[in-house]
């Protein structure tokens, strides 16, 4: 499986951005993707997470309420919408795949790793 993430950019403070995954290579028919991030000099951090096929989501209280997780089933993408970004927001946005289909924040519960990108937010 891999996994291509991309949308990070500079946005300022209180603007928007979308990031997207999509994955390719056999999968089982339910898995959970997920977001990651990991801002300098910080541990990574659970985003965000939803299942295949239920489509059921995840998010951290931390960011629950600006942003949102959404799929497109054809083409095996998640997005993360993130709104309302604040300086905190910036860090490297990972994308994720766990085999197997529950909605889990802990990074190790993860089998496939995207190569993140960057979001950053200046002030």
């Known amino acids: 499986v891999q996994l291509q993430a991309s949308g990070g950019g500079l946005v300022p403070a209180g603007g928007s951005l979308r990031l997207s995954c999509a994955a390719s290579?056999?999968?089982?028919?339910?898995?959970?993707m997920g977001w990651f991030r990991q801002a300098p000099g910080k541990e990574r951090e659970f985003v965000a997470a939803?299942?295949?096929?239920?489509?059921?989501?995840l998010l951290a209280d931390s960011v629950k309420e600006r942003f949102a997780i959404s799929r497109d089933n054809a083409m095996r993408t998640v997005y993360l919408q993130l709104n309302s970004l604040a300086p905190e927001d910036t860090a490297v946005y990972y994308c994720?795949?766990?085999?197997?289909?529950?909605?889990?924040?802990?990074?190790?519960?993860?089998?496939?790793w995207g190569r993140g990108t960057l979001v950053t937010v200046s002030s």
């Open positions: 290579g056999r999968t089982s028919s339910s898995y959970t």
């Open positions: 994720a795949l766990a085999l197997a289909g529950r909605l889990y924040s802990y990074a190790d519960r993860y089998n496939y």
């Open positions: 939803i299942r295949w096929p239920y489509g059921n989501t």
